[in-house]
């Protein structure tokens, strides 16, 4: 990938990104270039984010400004920033008593070129259930451990989505009427973007995701996207390099002590 390519590439990395946190949050606020703050209400530090997607930004004001602005929310919340801009950025974040934690890949997709997997349709049941939220949830939400008012709350900022019109799809895989994994799809003008991937704990390791994955890329791929992007925790690395995602670029979150 030539850097003309991979920086186009990246620019509609973050434009997906920012689609998907803007249909979720119930406000947000821009701090200018490349600087987005993101309130969904939801009581997770994962879900109320400040997060730095240009690269080239020198905007130590404005990062302390966005961590004001989420600090009076009284919400927990996290810093994300480019895994380049960690060093520059870590003494005045740390001032903010905010810790480096963990570190997240930004993977994509070429769907033009993807060939499609066959769903094994004896044993995988998958279904869009965008009026059935209550059952994308249970993976969700034991996947990622929110609790119930947490995963109440991620609930409802989803249905609110919904109601505003926002592009977002909710697949659930189910095997024998139970809902077993789950992830999200939000589509833009030729991008598509996956998140909530979880399954729920005693199905991990047979496939589930991988089988949805593959499912949900082929409805993207029929919608007309070009390119299908991800966040991908250290954990899930590997599903998705399988799945033929590639690596653009490191993210590095920063958390309240």
Same mark, same amino acid.
């Given at each position: 990938? @030539?850097? +003309? ?34 309130? @969904?209400?939801? /009581? ?22 966005? $961590? ?8 927990? %919340? ?7 801009? $960690? ?12 810790? +480096? ?11 033009? =070129? ?14 869009? @259930? ?8 249970? +993976? ?24 505003? &019109? ?9 095997? /024998?009427?139970? +809902? ?10 030729? $991008? =598509? ?5 979880? @399954? ?8 589930? =995701? ?5 499912? $949900?890329?082929? %409805? ?15 954990? &899930? ?19 309240? /002590?």
């Amino acid at each position: 990938m @030539t850097d +003309p390519v991979r920086a186009s590439v990246i620019d509609l990395y973050h434009q997906a990104e920012d689609y998907f946190f803007v249909s979720i949050s119930q406000f947000y606020r821009r701090f200018g270039n490349g600087l987005s703050a993101y309130c @969904t209400g939801v /009581e997770a530090s994962s879900l109320n984010l400040l997060m730095m997607n240009n690269q080239e930004t020198d905007g130590t004001e404005q990062l302390a400004a966005g $961590v004001a602005f989420l600090q009076r929310t009284g919400m927990p %919340f996290c810093v994300v920033v480019p895994e380049a801009q $960690v060093q520059r950025l870590s003494e005045p974040l740390q001032q903010q008593h905010l810790q +480096p934690a963990d570190k997240t890949t930004c993977m994509v997709l070429d769907l033009a =070129a993807y060939v499609a997997r066959e769903t094994p349709a004896e044993w995988a049941d998958i279904r869009c @259930t965008d009026a059935h939220l209550e059952d994308w949830g249970l +993976p969700v939400d034991s996947a990622f451990e929110s609790g119930e008012s947490g995963i109440e709350q991620y609930l409802a900022r989803h249905r609110a989505a919904l109601q505003a &019109g926002r592009a977002l799809r909710h697949f659930t895989l189910y095997l /024998e009427q139970r +809902p077993v994994s789950a992830l999200t799809l939000s589509l833009g003008p030729g $991008v =598509a973007r996956l998140d909530d991937i979880g @399954t729920l704990k005693a199905y991990q390791g047979r496939g589930c =995701a991988t089988a949805l994955i593959h499912s $949900v890329l082929r %409805f993207a791929q029929a919608q007309g996207a070009q390119l299908c992007v991800l966040e991908a925790s250290l954990d &899930g690395l590997s599903i998705y390099r399988k799945a033929g995602f590639t690596p653009l670029f490191d993210y590095r979150t920063f958390c309240q /002590e």
